[in-house]
Every structure is written in C-alpha cells, then in structure tokens.
C-alpha cells in the first residue's frame, strides 16, 4: 500500500511536532503556527499522485517547515522588527491545563520533558 493510504494518517499526527520544531528556530508561537500552516498548505496543494510518491510525509513536512522558518528569519521584516533589548520567549501552552490535570499520567509528561530537552 506504500505512503498512498497512509499520508492523511501520517500528517494528521505530525502538527504538534512540527509547532515544536517551528516554534525552536522561530521563538514565536504565532509565527510558528503560521510556518506549519503554510506548510500544510503546500502539502495539500501538491497533485494527490505527487504526495503518493512522497515516501514519508512527516520528514517532508518537517523539512518543509524548516525552510519557511528560515526563509521567515531572513526576511527584511524580521531585520527590520529586530528587538534590541532582552529576548524572553512566548510562552507554550501548558499541556496540563489542555486536559488531565494534576492526575495525568507521569510518563506522558516524562515524553514531554524529554521531547523539550
């Protein structure tokens, strides 16, 4: 069956990994989730018969993702935005206010912590 069947079931799966990787080179959360969003869109704007030859969709859209993210930090708006004072990071979501709680599973949160460092 080969990436036919599987390439709507691979992506759907990757989004969060890929804000990950967006959000580490871009360190903006908004801009990170445009970066996956247009990647996204490039891959679904491809002919269905050129994503069936695509052999593993999550590693083409992670390096698609890689290059919007560059082409973002070369732009001339992010040189002309440059802030020139003490760079603090946008804040993640917290996966624990998202659901579960204080009683969600330990090794979740030990994939978390360690899909961080």
């Known amino acids: 069956m080969g990436a036919a069947g599987a390439g709507t079931e691979e992506t759907a799966g990757e989004r969060g990994r890929l804000i990950n990787v967006a959000y580490r080179l871009l360190g903006s959360l908004a ?5 996956v969003q247009e990647a996204f869109a490039r891959w679904y704007a491809l002919p269905r018969s050129r994503r069936d030859e695509i052999v ?16 973002v930090l070369g732009s001339a708006r992010v040189r002309r935005e440059r802030y020139v004072g003490a ?9 624990v206010e998202r659901g579960g709680g204080r009683g969600s599973d330990l090794a979740d949160r030990m994939v978390l912590d360690e899909s961080v460092t």
């Open 31 to 35: 801009e990170a989730e445009d970066a």
């Open 87 to 95: 760079w603090l990071p946008d804040p993640l979501p917290d996966p």
């Open 56 to 71: 593993s969709p999550g590693a083409w859209l992670t390096t698609v993702t890689g290059r919007i993210c560059l082409d």
